[in-house]
């Protein structure tokens, strides 16, 4: 489905990222991995044309986004769930997954809607309230159903996580497997390691804007230095993936 080759992102003369290279097949959910600061949201910002590429090439489905500015990479079938989940506060959470629909037709939208729906049934309940004042999970959801809304062939998430209670985590995590199971092919960036290995096919390790680890969930998640790589320089002299 995704297909990254040699990426290289640049913001002024700070190199972030340096040749990175990975895959997302079909169906399946990857987790990219690292500490703060390691690259993973600049890798998710580059594919949706919201990042300068400054080397590399990105393919979905066999089709060049390099380059495309956002709402073309959004009409390919892509969508991005972004840190901090980024709503409309002041807006209901009608509103807020309606915008997410804006490239489809009508009747699509009316379609993915009612999908939307049938993946989070607490927020029919929540319809007409204003998204600010909705609790975190029930906020994440309303992210994730917006970044739904445009039915993508490939989702995107960044750190959806982050900030929930224990118990609000494991359901965003079951909530991200029934997604995909429904079809979805899933690219997750996240930093709590565990919880997105149980879930995913394969994962990457980001270090300092280079990838120095893949394989496995399973294999990742026994990896005796895995840890190492939240604290900053801990997979140093790793050889690099293939």
Known sequence: ???????????????????????????????????????????????????????????????????????????RGVALCPEGRRLFANLTVQENLLLGGYVTEKRERRQAFEWVLAVFPRLKERLNQRAGTLSGGEQQMVALGRALMSRPRLLLLD?????????????????????????TTILLVEQNAQAALAIAHRGYVLENGRLVLKGTGAELLAHPHLKEAYLGGGLEGTPPPE
């Open 159 to 183: 750190e959806p996580s982050l900030g929930l209670a224990p118990l609000l985590v494991r359901e965003v995590f079951r909530i991200i497997r029934e997604v995909n199971d429904r079809g």
């Open 1 to 75: 489905m995704l297909e990254i080759e040699a990426l290289e992102v640049c913001y002024g003369a700070i190199r972030v990222l340096r040749q990175i290279s990975l895959s997302v097949p079909p169906g399946q959910i990857v987790a990219l991995l690292g500490a703060n600061g390691a690259g993973k949201s600049t890798v998710l910002r580059a594919i949706c044309g919201l990042a300068p590429v400054a080397g590399g090439r990105v393919w979905l489905a066999g089709e060049e986004l390099t380059g495309l500015p956002p709402h073309e990479v959004v009409r």
